[in-house]
Nanobody, 124 residues
Framework: VQLQASGGGLVQAGGSLRLSCAASGRTVSSLGMGWFRQTPGKEREFVATINWSGGSTSYADSVKGRFTISRDNAKNTVYLQMNSLKPDDTAVYYC??????????????????WGQGTQVTVSS
């Protein structure tokens, strides 16, 4: 499966962005999906994950209550709604897929497919 992340950009602190991750090559309706982020010199960091049906989600403590992950299996797309953005949210955001569709996985090592990343910059 090929993943294409989009929706990043420059936003002021307190603002919102919605990231999209469009899949192609196969349906992702049976796959678990996640969002990660990375800044220069740091390891890739877990942000959020969602199970195959969209009925279960999990978030990093740093984004809980501000970010929402969702999916539209009919459109083969996963979203990350980001509200109340902070300068610390500045990073390249990546979407990823794994085959354990019923599980909520936070470890990047267990993801099989990755998108190319989209830059999010939050100014103070």
């Amino acid at each position: 499966v090929q993943l294409q992340a989009s929706g990043g950009g420059l936003v002021q602190a307190g603002g919102s962005l919605r990231l999209s991750c469009a899949a192609s090559g196969r349906t992702v309706s049976s796959l678990g999906m996640g969002w990660f982020r990375q800044t220069p010199g740091k390891e890739r960091e877990f942000v959020a994950t969602i199970n195959w049906s969209g009925g279960s989600t999990s978030y990093a403590d740093s984004v809980k209550g501000r970010f929402t992950i969702s999916r539209d299996n009919a459109k083969n797309t996963v979203y990350l709604q980001m509200n109340s953005l902070k300068p610390d949210d500045t990073a390249v955001y990546y979407c990823a897929a794994h085959r354990l569709g019923g599980s909520l996985i936070r470890s990047s090592a267990l993801y099989d497919n990755w998108g190319q990343g989209t830059q999010v910059t939050v100014s103070s």
